[in-house]
């Protein structure tokens, strides 16, 4: 059974940085990809960052670039995103998503399979 458990969510000033942490469990291999997705109140979801575990291959939305970072750690199952010069625009519902895959996939909420339950990260000007 799929798992994924983000943490690291919460408030900051604007300017400010957070971590996001997305601890994953019960994949049967190595091929993954994982991503951040976030969603504002009235707003649809949108993808902000992925990366091909294999080889850390990224990719990101143009609204983060230069500011937001996402990585893996393979041997902890486990991918991070860490944003630098927060904005009040970023506040959001930060969701963690994955899927098996051979390259970087889109950020299209559709290429992934797996969701996790989602964490608040809201900035405040």
């Known amino acids: 059974q799929v798992q994924l458990v983000e943490s690291g969510g919460g408030s900051v000033q604007a300017g400010g940085s957070l971590k996001l942490s997305c601890a994953a469990s019960?994949?049967?291999?190595?091929?993954?990809?994982m991503a951040w997705f976030r969603q504002a109140p009235g707003k649809e979801r949108e993808g902000v960052a992925g990366v091909y575990t294999v080889n850390g291959d990224a990719n990101y939305h143009d609204s983060v670039k230069g500011r937001f970072t996402i990585s893996r750690d393979n041997a902890k199952n486990t991918a991070y995103l860490q944003m630098n010069t927060l904005k009040p625009e970023d506040t959001a519902i930060y969701y963690c998503a994955a899927t098996q895959c051979y390259g970087t996939r889109p950020l299209w909420a559709g290429e992934y399979d797996y969701w996790g339950q989602g964490t608040q990260v809201t900035v405040s000007s």
């Open positions: 019960g994949f049967t291999t190595v091929w993954m990809c």
